[in-house]
């Protein structure tokens, strides 16, 4: 006749199962986490690529350079709070020769994003 219970053979092997789910579970949320965050990350990548090939557009005569007019901002959905900042990188006299276009926003879970190319002065 055999005792009640469980023996400790069996125990040791619920253990290892259990643990071995749990485990396995960790890993698929944690892949899941990564997954979104480079969904993320290549939606902002190709939202400031939009944006900088809208400006190239926008500034590919001298005069529309030299007026530093800039493209409407309209981030996707999730993104917010875009900014352009320009600088004049260089110059001869008084004339800008190169420019840094940054943009800046505010991605989904609050993380910030911060993108930036250079321009030249396009040929006459």
């Given at each position: 006749?055999?005792?009640?219970?469980?023996?400790?053979?069996?125990?040791?092997?619920?253990?290892?199962?259990?643990?071995?789910?749990?485990?396995?579970?960790s890993y698929f949320g944690s892949s899941f986490t990564l997954t979104?965050?480079?969904?993320?990350?290549?939606?902002?990548?190709?939202?400031a690529r939009s944006y900088f090939d809208n400006l190239r557009?926008?500034?590919?005569?001298?005069?529309?350079?030299?007026?530093g007019a800039l493209p409407e901002l309209n981030p996707p959905r999730g993104f917010s709070n875009p900014?352009?900042?320009?600088?004049?990188?260089?110059?001869?006299?008084?004339?800008?020769?190169?420019?840094?276009?940054?943009?800046e926003f505010t991605g989904p879970q609050e993380r910030m994003f911060r993108f930036s190319t250079e321009i030249a002065l396009p040929p006459q």
């Open positions: 006749m055999r005792p009640k219970g469980f023996s400790f053979v069996e125990v040791m092997v619920a253990l290892a199962i259990l643990s071995l789910s749990i485990l396995i579970l979104r965050n480079a969904q993320i990350d290549t939606q902002a990548q190709a939202y557009a926008a500034w590919a005569t001298q005069a529309a350079f030299h007026t900014t352009v900042r320009l600088e004049d990188i260089q110059s001869i006299g008084n004339r800008v020769i190169l420019r840094r276009a940054t943009l």
